[in-house]
C-alpha cells in the first residue's frame, strides 16, 4: 500500500483549478460573479496565499443586489453569516496563509426591543456604537482564525461629524488573521526607516548592532527607556543579572562546607532540590573547568536545604532591569497604526479602499508570486495592489459592473478612472487572455 502524501500542488496547478469556475479570467486574474457564500465553495483548498478583504459593513450600504450581505435585520445574522464566509476563506488558504479583514462600525438609531421590551443594558440602544468590527473579530478567534493584530487604520482627512456630544470617528481596524500559528509574514518588506537624529545612534541602527548596554547604569537605563530613544530601537527586552556575582569555586567551596556542617551528600541535595546530579554536582565542584553558580532559584533552595547564612546575599541577589534589541538595519516594525488618507471613490463604487492600505498589507503578506483573494471585490483595490506587487489575483462580487470595471482598470495598468474615462491602456502587464 502507497502511504505516501499526496503531492503538493505547483503553484501553476493551483492557479489553474482555480480558473475553471471562474466568470471572467485572465493570465493574472480570475474573477467571478456571484454570492460568496456559494462561488467560494467552488474554489479548491489550499490554493490561496492571502486574502484582503473590506466587506459590506453592517446596516450601512445598499449595494442593489437581492444577495448581497450587509443588510440583515439583526446584527448576529451579519456575524455568524461573516463567520461561515470566513470558514470558506480559511479552508481555500494554504496552510501559511492569511487574511486582512478591514471592517468599519456603526450607530444604533432608535429604539431597539429585546422579547417586545426596551432594553435596559446593551448595544440596542438609540446612540450606541454596535462594535461591529470586535464582534465579527472575537467570533472569528472562537471559531478558529489566529487574530494577530488590529491594526489601526488612521484616516487623516476623515469626514467630519456633525454632532456635538462625541468625537468624530477618524480609524477603522484592520484584523490580520492567520490560519495557523506560523505563516507567511514579511516583516522586512514593510519596516520603515528608524527616527533619529543622533549621528551616533543612526550609525549604531545602520550597523545593526545587538548588544544591549544598560548593564547596571541606571543614567544610561533612564536614557534608552527615553520616548526619544524608543523611536530608534526595535523593542525592550526583560534580563535578569547578578552585578556583584562571587568567583564559582569560592561559592562551591563555601557549599561544601555548609553541606559538611548539616552532614548531607551531593545526591542528597540533588534529591531534595529534584535536579539530576550530574548537574547539581557542578554547583559543588570547587575546580575552574567544572564549577557552575546556581541559577537564581536553586540558590534559593540551597539557602534553605543547607541553613546558609546571609554572607553571599548581596553577591547572588538579582537585578531586573532592560536591555535593549538593536535597531535592526533594515528599519524599525512600522507597528500597528497607519495613517492612510482616504482616496476619492472610483466612478461605479464608493467605499473604496485607499490604493496605500492594499498595497501596504500585501506587502507583508502576499509570498513572491503568490496569489491573493478579495472575496468581495467591489472597485478591486486588492487586486490592482496584488498584481502591482507581481501577484495573481481572485475576485468575488455579486455586481456584475465591479467585474467589468476591474477589468478595464487593469487593462489600463490600475490608474483609476478619471470623469469616467478608464487610464490609457497599459495591455502587457493584466491583459486579459
Ligand atoms: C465594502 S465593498 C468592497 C470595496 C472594495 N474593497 C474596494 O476597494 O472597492 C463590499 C463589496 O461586497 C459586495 N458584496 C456584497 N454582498 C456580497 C455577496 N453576498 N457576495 C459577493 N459580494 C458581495 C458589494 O457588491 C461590494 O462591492
Given at each position: 500500500m502507497n502511504n505516501r502524501p499526496p503531492p503538493v500542488p505547483t503553484a501553476k496547478e493551483r492557479w489553474e483549478a482555480i480558473g475553471v469556475a471562474a466568470t471572467v479570467s485572465a493570465p493574472a486574474y480570475h474573477l467571478f460573479l456571484g454570492d460568496v457564500r456559494s462561488v467560494l465553495a467552488a474554489l479548491p483548498?489550499?490554493?490561496i496565499d492571502t486574502c484582503l478583504t473590506s466587506p459590506p459593513y453592517w446596516s450601512v450600504r445598499d449595494y442593489g443586489h437581492p444577495d448581497q450581505m450587509g443588510l440583515e435585520d439583526e446584527l448576529n445574522e451579519y456575524v455568524s453569516g461573516m463567520v461561515r464566509v470566513f470558514q470558506e476563506v480559511r479552508r481555500v488558504l494554504t496552510d501559511r496563509g492569511t487574511a486582512w479583514l478591514n471592517i468599519g462600525d456603526c450607530y444604533y438609531h432608535g429604539a431597539g426591543t429585546v422579547d417586545g421590551k426596551p432594553p435596559a443594558t446593551g448595544w440596542k440602544r438609540n446612540k450606541q456604537l454596535c462594535l461591529v468590527p470586535f464582534r465579527l473579530a472575537i467570533a472569528l478567534q472562537e471559531d478558529g482564525w489566529w487574530v494577530r493584530n488590529a491594526v489601526v487604520?488612521?484616516?487623516?482627512?476623515?469626514?467630519p461629524a456633525s454632532v456635538r456630544d462625541r468625537l468624530t470617528n477618524a480609524w477603522e481596524p484592520v484584523f490580520l488573521l492567520a490560519k495557523a500559528e506560523r505563516y507567511h509574514f514579511d516583516l522586512d518588506a514593510v519596516r520603515v526607516p528608524h527616527q533619529t537624529d543622533d549621528g551616533n545612534e543612526r550609525r549604531r541602527a545602520e550597523r545593526g548592532r545587538a548588544d544591549g548596554k544598560a548593564k547596571g547604569n541606571d543614567d544610561l537605563r533612564r536614557w534608552l527607556n527615553s520616548p526619544r530613544h524608543r523611536a530608534t530601537i526595535d523593542g525592550l527586552r526583560e534580563v535578569r543579572r547578578r552585578p556583584n556575582v562571587p568567583d564559582c569555586v569560592e561559592?562551591?567551596?563555601?557549599?561544601?562546607?555548609?553541606?559538611?556542617?548539616?552532614?548531607?551528600?551531593?545526591?542528597?541535595?540533588?534529591?531534595?532540590?529534584?535536579?539530576?546530579?550530574?548537574?547539581?554536582?557542578?554547583?559543588f565542584r570547587t575546580d575552574r573547568m567544572g564549577s557552575r553558580l546556581p541559577p537564581e532559584d536553586?540558590?534559593?533552595?540551597?539557602?534553605?536545604?543547607?541553613?546558609?547564612?546571609?554572607?553571599?546575599?548581596?553577591?547572588?541577589?538579582?537585578?531586573?532591569?532592560?536591555?535593549?534589541?538593536?535597531?535592526?538595519?533594515?528599519g524599525r516594525n512600522p507597528g500597528d497604526v497607519q495613517s492612510v488618507t482616504l482616496s476619492g471613490s472610483s466612478q461605479e463604487h464608493f467605499a473604496t479602499m485607499p490604493m496605500g492600505l492594499a498595497d501596504w498589507a500585501l506587502k507583508a503578506t502576499l509570498p513572491a508570486g503568490g496569489i491573493c483573494l478579495d472575496p468581495f471585490m467591489g472597485s478591486g483595490t486588492t487586486g490592482i495592489a496584488a498584481l502591482r506587487a507581481g501577484g495573481r489575483f481572485v475576485g468575488v462580487d455579486v455586481r456584475e459592473d465591479f467585474l467589468t470595471h476591474f477589468v478595464r482598470w487593469a487593462r489600463?495598468?490600475?490608474?483609476?478612472?478619471?470623469?469616467?474615462?478608464?487610464?490609457?491602456?497599459?495591455?502587457?502587464?493584466?491583459?486579459?487572455?
Open positions: 483548498p489550499s490554493s487604520w488612521h484616516k487623516p482627512n476623515a469626514m561559592l562551591a567551596a563555601y557549599l561544601r562546607k555548609a553541606a559538611g556542617r548539616k552532614g548531607v551528600d551531593i545526591y542528597w541535595v540533588a534529591e531534595q532540590l529534584g535536579l539530576p546530579y550530574e548537574r547539581t554536582r557542578h554547583y536553586v540558590w534559593e533552595r540551597l539557602k534553605e536545604l543547607l541553613d546558609l547564612d546571609t554572607e553571599y546575599d548581596d553577591a547572588m541577589s538579582v537585578e531586573v532591569g532592560d536591555n535593549v534589541f538593536r535597531n535592526h538595519p533594515n489600463s495598468g490600475g490608474r483609476r478612472e478619471r470623469n469616467g474615462k478608464p487610464g490609457p491602456p497599459q495591455p502587457a502587464l493584466f491583459d486579459a487572455g
